[in-house]
C-alpha cells in the first residue's frame, strides 16, 4: 500500500484545500494529514487558529480524499513522518524541497516529496483579510 502524507494548518477549509487534497490522494492509496494542534497553530501564527483542532479535523475528515487525520503539537510533522514512514510527501507549491519537513527522510528510504500547484485565489490569510474589510 503506498501511503501520501501531507499536513497543515486548515484553519478555515476552502476550495483550495480540497482541491490539493483531491490531486494528493491520487498518488497513492491511504492519504494520511497531519493537523497542526491548536497550540501548534498559535505558535506559528499569532491570533489563530480561527478554528479549534477538533472542528478542523472534524471537517477533514468528512472529506472522501482523507483517509486518515493525526494531530501533532510540533512545530513540524517531521516526527510524525518518522514515525509513519510515508511513501510519499506532498506540499504545495508555496513551499520549496529545502522547506519540506521530513523530506529527506522519506528519501532516504525510498519514498518521495511532492510539489503540487496551490490553486490562485485561495488562502486562508486572503479569506480573513477580506472578511475584515467587510
Request: glycine letters at 8%.
Amino acid at each position: 500500500m503506498k501511503t501520501v502524507f501531507t499536513n497543515g494548518c486548515f484553519d478555515i477549509l476552502h476550495p483550495g484545500h480540497i482541491l490539493f487534497l483531491k490531486e494528493a490522494k491520487l498518488l497513492g492509496d491511504l492519504l494520511i494529514v497531519g493537523l497542526n494542534s491548536d497550540y501548534s497553530v498559535s505558535e506559528l501564527k499569532p491570533g489563530r487558529p480561527i478554528n479549534g483542532q477538533l472542528h478542523r479535523r472534524l471537517m477533514l475528515e468528512a472529506l472522501d480524499s482523507v483517509d486518515l487525520v493525526i494531530v501533532f503539537d510540533e512545530p513540524t510533522p517531521a516526527k510524525l513522518i518518522y514515525d509513519i514512514r510515508p511513501s510519499v510527501i506532498v506540499k504545495g507549491s508555496d513551499y520549496t524541497l529545502n522547506d519540506i519537513a521530513g523530506a529527506d527522510a522519506v528519501r532516504s528510504w525510498g519514498g518521495s516529496v511532492e510539489i503540487l500547484q496551490i490553486t490562485p485565489g485561495f488562502s486562508t490569510t486572503s479569506l480573513l483579510d477580506r472578511i475584515k474589510k467587510s
